[in-house]
């Protein structure tokens, strides 16, 4: 495991030695199985939240500068964003909701809006071909300049629940809010090269969505964003005695997001954004166990404050959960975190002894004892004690993915670095019947990621990595080789090795970037992994799970408008209360 934490993170303030720091990072045995990963939450190092942290902070203008919708639903918008010197657009395309073709999938043909995030001024010209060519997806060409192409859905019982009540009115009913929390569902955010769309290779160093995902979550913000425009825009065209939404009920809603199989290839195919997000939240969480209070303890008393919050959030949560942790879990063992939390701060107030360490003891004192969700609930409420650390972190997050291998490597040195990194994967089952059920493949008809049985769909389609296979198998040809030998030789004798030794090769020393799990195995959880993407670095609340394998949830919730933003905004609008009645 490297030791190499980041320089900048720590401001010019002292900070903790870099060895305290790595003894309270979590151990990749500890922290990489599939289970603890699902209970990674949502936290300042998650892509939404980072986002909102740098709009409140900068205060971002966001500026409608066109609607032309009629009554049906139908027609356009468009909206101007300006961030420090760069300005970016986004046009939206707003449809009639219609049941043909209506798809939260990428087979879709229907959705109820359309939109782009383009740099700069947009032309009237690039709007009229965005217009022709975002339908067609696979077929289609992004102008010049456009990072993101987006679409998405309405939640129709509660868009249209919410419309009646303004339109007669009166404010939707918070019970059928909680529900739902949104009135628009994320269906695609394509980026990165797809469709046309530049690739973030190409974002310049001082391009302020240059960071991991940021692109992406700053639309998902805009179909918020559209979404409450619509929603008045049509109420005041049904009645000219319609009211808008509440300020505290336009915070408490977000936008949703369903997210499936196809997450668990992205993790596969994207090992350095893995290894390097999850490195910077645990060197935030390790930052903050290693703050000393003063005699005031104002961190421990923040944290108090923050636990308050989430144990409310929890308390208020209306969602029905299946396979994943009911709230009323999490909120009982919340409430003894702040009972732990509550007498440390009473101690420190008394001036009484307490470890060189404290917040770092107290999470030593909790950890296994309560559900993991809680605690990783504790984790992410740290990062909010190092707010200037966890924000500096995250600009660390632009990364090159490319992997590139060492030829030269002698095997005995490729063995070692297996044998490290690699230990878990010798410990699994993989030749049982039930170890081998599963092939990961493309749906001809769905065209997206899925599970089915290897003797029903066969081997030859497999796209999964078979990560612990290509391992073993790997290290057993390795263990006939002479340990001085070139990884080159080796591979001119074997050449099929060639992918997992460069892999291997080129992730050396990185110790977060793979799953300790065998996603072949009928045992294996996909949702489990759908959950560290959504939650953890997306930072979605109140995921709801869907045959183990399919999540939704909301992004945004609680979410400063983009009015709030351009005013000055709470930076504590995460676990937002539910509204008053």
Not at 281 to 299: F, M, S, T
Not at 488 to 497: C, D, G, K, M, N
Request: glycine share 8%; proline share 6%.
């Amino acid at each position: 495991m490297s030791l190499a934490l980041s320089p900048s993170a720590g401001g010019t303030a002292p900070g903790p030695d870099p060895h305290s720091l790595f003894r309270l990072m979590r151990n990749p045995a500890e922290l990489m199985t599939p289970e603890r990963l699902a209970s990674i939450q949502p936290s300042r190092i998650s892509a939404s939240r980072a986002l909102m942290s740098r709009a409140i902070r900068d205060r971002w203008s966001i500026t409608r500068t066109s609607f032309d919708i009629d009554e049906r639903g139908h027609g356009t918008a468009g909206y101007r964003i300006d961030i420090g010197g760069w300005r970016f657009s986004f046009p939206v395309f707003s449809f009639e909701p219609s049941d043909q073709g209506r798809s939260g999938r990428i087979i879709g043909r229907s959705w109820d809006m359309m939109g782009a995030l383009v740099e700069g001024d947009i032309s009237p010209a690039d709007v009229e071909r965005t217009r022709v060519e975002l339908p067609k997806l696979y077929e289609g060409r992004a102008t010049p300049g456009t990072l993101i192409w987006c679409r998405s859905n309405r939640s129709q019982r509660l868009f249209d629940h919410a419309l009646q009540s303004l339109v007669a009115g009166r404010q939707p009913d918070v019970a059928q809010l909680g529900q739902i929390c949104y009135l628009m569902r994320n269906t695609g955010l394509d980026g990165n090269g797809t469709f046309g769309t530049k690739s973030f290779l190409a974002f310049e160093k001082d391009h302020p969505l240059r960071w991991s995902l940021s692109a992406q979550m700053l639309c998902a913000y805009m179909m918020r964003a559209f979404a409450q425009d619509l929603l008045h825009h049509l109420a005041r065209m049904a009645s000219p005695q319609a009211v808008t939404l509440a300020p505290e009920l336009a915070r408490y809603l977000g936008v949703g997001n369903g997210s499936a199989l196809g997450l668990m290839l992205f993790v596969n195919n994207h090992p350095r954004l893995i290894d390097r997000w999850l490195w910077v939240r645990e060197e935030a969480i390790a930052r903050a166990k290693c703050l000393i209070p003063g005699p005031d303890a104002a961190e421990v008393a923040t944290l108090l404050r923050l636990l308050d919050k989430a144990i409310l959030f929890r308390r208020q949560d209306r969602v029905v959960y299946e396979a994943i942790t009911p709230s009323g879990v999490v909120h009982a063992d919340l409430l003894i975190i702040r009972e732990q939390t509550e007498r440390l701060l009473t101690r420190l107030r008394r001036g009484e002894a307490v470890a060189e360490h404290p917040i770092a003891d107290l999470c030593a004192s909790l950890d296994g004892s309560i559900h993991p969700d809680a605690m990783e609930t504790l984790h992410s409420l740290l990062i909010e004690l190092v707010p200037e650390v966890a924000d500096a972190l995250v600009e660390t997050l632009v990364i090159d993915e490319e992997l590139t291998g060492r030829p030269e490597m002698p095997v005995g040195r490729l063995r070692e670095i297996i044998h490290s990194q690699y230990a878990w994967a010798f410990g699994l089952d993989l030749k049982s019947d039930t170890a081998l059920r599963y092939v990961w493949y493309k749906s001809v008809t769905a065209e997206e990621p899925r599970r089915g049985p290897r003797d029903e769909v066969g081997d030859a389609v497999n796209l999964g990595l078979d990560l612990p296979r290509l391992i073993v198998r790997l290290d057993a040809d390795l263990a006939a080789q002479d340990p001085k030998q070139s990884t080159a030789r080796f591979l001119l004798a074997h050449p099929t090795h060639r992918a997992i030794v460069t892999r291997v090769q080129a992730l050396a020393g990185l110790p977060y970037h793979s799953p300790h799990a065998d996603i072949m195995c009928e045992g294996f959880v996909p949702a489990h992994i759908t959950r560290l993407l959504n939650v953890g670095i997306h930072g979605i609340d109140k995921t709801r799970d869907f045959l183990n394998r399919n999540l939704r949830g909301v992004l945004f919730h609680g979410a400063p408008t983009p009015a709030e933003l351009a005013a000055g905004a709470d930076e504590t609008w995460f676990y937002p209360a539910e509204p008053l009645s």
